[in-house]
């Protein structure tokens, strides 16, 4: 072995990326990205700033809420992107 | 290199370890809200101070084992086995934190308030 290298990635429990505000006022988050975040990048750039500036999440980000690990709606991915999740 | 003293192996180095996340964690019985069930399914604390964890010693005996660390230090304060009382842990030396608060309660979106 010539060379090996490790890092840490944030997944959350259903391995999709939470994009959401938070109990906290004026507290937002954009995480959970897992392996699969930087094709995403400028995409969800784009919502979040959305989120950021309106207080109202776009459509297309609204089921990333941090609520669906209260209401149960999980988007499951473990299988995407090819990597073990 | 940070070490934990396995009951049943001695001092070991935390890479013979799995975290095995927060100790004490208890399903919540009865009628629950969904507030307290999404709470117990995936919501834990996350201290800056010390914190109560699991950890699995894989590469050794494989026991489960509680360990009182602090998060910011890595010092290891104390090892316990299941079913011992939690022992009392001495932390005058350690840089006073503030207590983990307790987690504010989700409020639960309905699909009309998102739409």
Known sequence: MLRQWGGIVDIAPDASPIISKTPVAGLYINCGWGTGGFKATPGSGHVFAHLLATGEAPPLIQPFSLNRFVSGRLIDEHGAAAVAH | ?115
Request: net charge neutral.
């Open chain 2, 1 to 115: 290199m940070i070490l934990i003293s396995c009951p049943w192996c001695g001092m070991r180095d935390i890479t013979e370890f799995r975290h095995g996340g927060e100790a004490g964690v208890r399903r919540p019985s009865g009628a629950v809200t969904e507030g307290a069930w999404g709470n117990y399914l995936y919501f834990r604390d996350n201290p800056k101070g010390v914190r109560a964890e699991r950890w699995f010693h894989r590469h050794g005996c494989r026991q489960w084992l509680f360990v009182a660390r602090h998060t910011v230090t890595d010092e290891v304060l104390a090892v316990w086995r299941p079913q011992e009382a939690i022992p009392q842990i001495n932390v005058v030396h350690v840089a006073p934190t503030p207590e983990a608060e307790n987690r504010p309660e989700l409020r639960i979106v309905t699909d009309r308030e998102m739409s």
